[in-house]
């Protein structure tokens, strides 16, 4: 049983880039369907909030300095609650301390809503160069339904203020929402299109425990959601408008002209590292040679405290090799470009069991030229699938 | 020596929740056999499953000292038998061992299929009956109705049925008295005879090892007293005599007429067999008492556990059971399906259920139960007859000459509005009526029916069509020839063995396909399509398939998430523990019951 198991190399995480990912956890309201670190509270503290978040990166920068740094993310929660000068000094600091990439691409999460619009100018002269909209549906019915705050209309303003201000505007839309029928989204998805620049992101509304979705379809009171045949059918025909519009399916849910994918999320997807800063934000850090997995503290008001009285505000976990191997397998196989099976093999010690992967790709689900291993178009649908078939028992 | 005029043997016969324990409860209370601080409810009824069931397994026994109106003092036993079908043998010597019974109706429901079996069996064993209509203070008793019935139906004189109320009270004093008065007392035996005495049941005791309850006939017992048991041929010392007021209270002897318990350093519940003669072991009686049957398991299952490594487990609590229930069978069995089990046999469908769920609960051991099958008849060409209890055992056809299996006798009570759904449902069970009378606005069927097709879901059925208003027993008539064959059902093509039945061939089909749609409903899809099957021999009969999995894949996975998918990944392959897997197929553990239900 002595399997030697060869040592990853230290420099690994080059393959994937490196980025910074910082969470804003408040929001106007919370969606029912949403179970992301997001808390509604009726005063925010922007100030207390600015000092944290420096002295932050302050820390994580003292951890990474020297590396060039390909991205940076406002995830949340609604990062569009910040105030821009609050963001302009994160930036600030930011480029006080890493060296940027000629290309950084700087990306902030807004909510449609006309009012956070009005803030789009002040985050553009922040360094802000690319926005994501939580557009979530283009029809006031189904944005009540989902709990969203604005209209259809306020958001296509949103978006063309966006548009304005930013080189680069994406969106995001949920379908698979009750009662959509296979039409409906057909018609919406290229409504979409019409308007999208270069970038949009399609998830299928995924009911999570906890949430109050959730809660209504665990009693069965959450009707007309699609069954899975429908929920595939209409996955097939997200991937035929986009694919027909130019927009290459560069990830499971995400949807690029040419050179426009999210630099950021490919950082994820390529299993590089990325520093994550803010309640509950993961992150994937190598230092001398071993990655470590952070992850702070949920709760905005402890992960406050904590910084302000210079405490530990976050957990480290070191991940050994086979385990990155796994975590790169499940991140890698999302996107397009699929996993370097060179680089798998040195973290898991041998390459995917080579029965396993000749019965899937027999079966049509994967296909590997012998030096990248992907899912095809057919197995990105049942991705959770070949992970869990693939992973090392 | 106790005088036995002043001795009262009797049981209580009851259809469940008629109010047969709290009856008993009110007797040893009303007469202060039990503290008042120590009385609890379902005295009589000692393991949680018991009293959880509302059902007695074992006989139980209680010594009751009554100031009768004619200034004696009584000794009045009790003896608290099981009151289902699958002991009947059990209950049988329960009767023997007393003179007479309580009948305990409910005045609010009248005569159960329970009541029934059980009273019959009081007759059987010629018993003085004393009718008891219990439950008088609920508003919808019907005193001279439900009088009506016991003798239309029963057919015992009803005019001085007891009204009673166990739950108040009321009545209570005029039982003890009728005991006294209507019941017989022992008949006459003779002290100085050779021992003579019935082993009425036995339990396993951690402390004292095997406690046996006895009925003395003639001779006495003692302890010290060397003794035999007379079809066994174990010999024992008497370590401890005595009675149960109803904690164990030690005696000096029990006499002719009485009843009690003894101990004897007996290891274990199948050294001491129900029905047996105790004797002593020199100068002991020449002829045992008549009656005695070794018990004989009618209906068998596999028990695997869910989890293969709890094998050993499963096997070292089965032989803790066993040593409390020498009625059930067990050997180890090998399922390509399921890994390593145990085959067992029971008494019927209840005797599974409790030691099933005993050996969840007792033991935390999560079991995969295969369906319950029937003991066949195969007579080979050769002319050898094997025993079939497991239908992945029969062998192949062309060497069988014909099948037998076994049949029952049932009867069903049930309010003629849905006599329909009961004739139907027997119909559909292959039964053949045999008799259709009317008590009032309930009609009584008894039909003669195949054991195989109720051993399954009969009574959840019957409870179902007739919204839980029938009552239904049986009893086992004997064997009979009918054209029966396996079926067994392939998954992805491979026989899965645990899933083959033994069938009627003209319901062959009908089954197969009812089979095959549940299992495609159980299973869950996979990556690939799936044929499921149900043949006979190499001829298929009915075919579902159950097409490829389409969707499974997360929708949005942000860096934060690779934590929490992984925590997802890890559910899911705790999950496929619950799951076997039968070539690339994973079928989960329910389906391998489920798979068998009928909803028509
Ligand atoms: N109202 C009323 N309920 C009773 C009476 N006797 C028993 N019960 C209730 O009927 C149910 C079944 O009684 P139990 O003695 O357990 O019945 P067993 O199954 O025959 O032993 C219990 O809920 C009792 O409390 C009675 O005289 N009046
Ligand atoms: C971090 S979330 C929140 C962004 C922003 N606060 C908003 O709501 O617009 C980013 C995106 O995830 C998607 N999302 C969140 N919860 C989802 C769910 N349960 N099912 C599918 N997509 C979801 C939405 O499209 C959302 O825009
Ligand atoms: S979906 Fe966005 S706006 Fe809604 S609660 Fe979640 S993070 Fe906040
Ligand atoms: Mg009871």
């Excluded at chain 2, 195969?378 to 055992?393: F, Q, V």
């Amino acid at each position: 049983m002595t399997e030697a198991a060869a040592a990853p190399p230290a420099e690994d995480w080059r393959a994937g880039g490196f980025g910074l990912y910082l969470h804003w956890p408040f929001c106007a309201a919370k969606c029912p369907y949403c179970d992301f670190n997001s808390h509604v509270s009726r005063s925010v503290d922007q100030r207390r909030w600015q000092a944290a978040f420096l002295s932050e990166i302050d820390r994580v920068g003292r951890l990474s300095g020297g590396r060039v740094l390909n991205s940076v993310f406002f995830g949340g929660g609604t990062p569009s609650l910040m105030d821009p000068d609050l963001v302009a000094a994160v930036l600030d600091r930011v480029r006080a301390t890493w060296p940027l990439a000629n290309d950084i691409e700087i990306t902030l999460e807004a909510n449609p809503t006309s009012v956070e619009a009005e803030r789009f100018r002040g985050y553009a002269e922040a360094g802000i160069n690319r926005v994501s909209l939580g557009i979530q549906a283009l029809n006031d019915a189904d944005l009540a339904r989902l709990g969203r705050l604005h209209s259809a209309a306020e958001a296509r303003r949103a978006f063309d203020v966006g548009r304005a201000h930013f080189d680069r505007v994406s969106f995001d839309l949920i379908y698979a929402r009750q009662f959509q029928s296979l039409d409906a989204w057909r018609a919406e998805l290229s409504e979409a299109l019409a308007m999208a620049v270069d970038h949009l992101s399609l998830y299928q509304l995924t009911i999570e425990p906890g949430t109050a979705f959730g809660d209504r379809f665990a009693v069965g009171r959450l009707a007309g959601l699609p069954d899975e045949d429908l929920g595939a059918d209409m996955y097939d025909t997200t991937q035929e408008l986009c694919a027909a519009a130019g927009y290459a399916a560069y990830e499971v849910s995400n949807h690029a002209l040419p050179g426009a994918e999210s630099r950021h999320n490919l950082v994820y997807w390529r299993y590089g590292d990325y520093a994550g800063i803010g309640p509950g934000a993961h992150g994937r850090l190598t230092q001398g040679g071993t990655r470590i997995a952070t992850e702070a503290v949920r709760l905005p008001e402890a992960w406050l405290s904590a910084v302000e009285r210079g405490a530990t505000c976050e957990s480290r976990t070191p991940i050994p090799a086979r385990e990155q191997a796994g975590e790169y397998l499940m991140m890698g196989l999302r996107i397009s470009d699929g996993i370097d099976l060179g680089r798998y093999s040195a973290l898991a010690g041998a390459p995917p069991d080579p029965a396993r992967v000749a019965a899937l790709s027999q079966a049509g689900l994967v296909e590997t030229d012998g030096k990248f291993l992907r899912a095809t178009p057919d197995g990105r649908l049942l991705l959770n699938r070949i992970v869990a078939e693939l992973l090392p028992d | 020596m106790i005088d036995r005029r002043y001795i009262r043997n009797f049981s209580i016969v009851a259809h469940i929740d008629h109010g047969k324990s709290t009856l008993a409860d009110r007797l040893i209370q009303l007469t202060g056999t039990v503290a008042e601080r120590d009385m609890k409810e379902q005295l009589l009824d000692a393991m949680d499953i018991e009293r959880e069931r509302g059902i007695t397994i074992k006989a139980n026994t209680v010594r009751i000292d009554y100031p009768a109106q004619d200034g004696h003092t009584y000794i009045l036993n009790l003896i608290d038998t099981p009151g289902h079908v699958d002991f009947s043998y059990e209950v049988s010597r329960s009767m023997q061992a007393v003179e007479g019974s309580l009948l305990v109706v409910d005045a609010t429901q009248g005569v159960e299929a329970q009541t029934l079996a059980n009273v019959y069996q009081a007759i059987d064993a010629d018993h003085e009956i004393v009718p008891v209509l219990n439950k008088i203070d609920l508003p919808a008793a019907d005193i001279d109705r439900v009088a009506e019935q016991i003798e239309d139906v029963i057919g015992i004189d009803a005019t001085d049925a007891i009204q009673i109320s166990a739950k108040t009270g009321v009545g209570i004093p005029d039982v003890l008295e009728a005991i006294v008065q209507r019941l017989p007392p022992p008949p006459e035996g003779d002290a100085e005879k050779p021992l003579k005495a019935m082993l009425v049941d036995s339990k396993y005791d951690p402390y004292l090892g095997v406690v046996v309850i006895v009925r003395v006939i003639d001779g006495v017992l003692k302890k010290g007293q060397r003794i035999r048991m007379m079809k066994t041929g174990g010999t024992y010392d008497i370590d401890r005599v005595g009675v149960y007021r109803p904690a164990m209270k030690d005696v000096d002897e029990l006499g002719p007429g009485e009843i009690g318990y003894i101990t004897a350093s007996i290891k274990q519940v199948r050294d001491t067999r129900v029905g047996d003669t105790i004797t002593t072991e020199k100068k002991g009686c020449e002829t045992p008492l008549p009656g005695f049957k070794p018990s004989v398991p009618v209906v068998f299952c596999g028990l695997f556990p869910v989890d293969s490594a709890q094998f050993d487990d499963l096997r070292d609590a089965i032989e803790k059971l066993a040593l409390n229930d020498a009625s059930f069978t067990y050997e180890v069995e090998s399922s390509a399906a399921l890994g390593f089990g145990l085959r067992c046999g029971f008494l019927g469908l209840l005797h599974l259920e409790v030691i099933r769920d005993r050996i969840e609960r007792e033991y935390d051991i999560e079991l995969i139960t295969t369906a319950p099958s029937v003991v066949y008849h195969l007579y080979m060409k050769d002319g050898e007859m094997r025993e079939l209890s497991n239908p992945a055992d029969m062998p192949d056809p062309s060497h069988v000459d014909r099948i037998e299996e076994p049949r029952i006798k049932a009867t069903i009570l049930v309010p003629d509005d849905y006599l329909g759904e009961v004739l139907k449902l027997c119909q559909d069970r292959r039964g053949i009526q045999q008799d259709l009378t009317y008590a009032g606005s309930r009609a009584m069927v008894v039909y003669d029916l195949p054991l195989n097709e109720v051993v399954f879901d009969f009574y959840d059925r019957l409870k179902s069509v007739t919204k839980g208003y029938a009552s239904f027993d049986y009893e086992i008539t004997g064997y009979r020839e009918d054209r029966l064959v396996k079926m067994s059902i392939l998954v992805n093509d491979e026989p899965v063995d645990a899933l083959s039945v033994m069938v009627h061939r003209d319901r062959a089909e009908q089954r197969g396909r009812a089979m095959c749609e549940k299992l495609k409903e159980l299973i869950p899809r996979h990556m690939f399509k799936i044929p499921i099957q149900a043949a006979i021999g190499g001829k298929v009969i009915a075919r579902e398939t159950l097409s490829a999995l389409r969707k499974d894949v997360t929708a949005k996975c942000y860096g934060g998430d690779v934590t929490r998918k992984k925590k997802l990944l890890e559910k899911q392959k705790a999950g496929k523990k619950k799951m076997r897997q039968f070539g690339r197929v994973e079928i989960p553990q329910e389906a391998f019951i489920s798979a068998l239900k009928m909803d028509g």
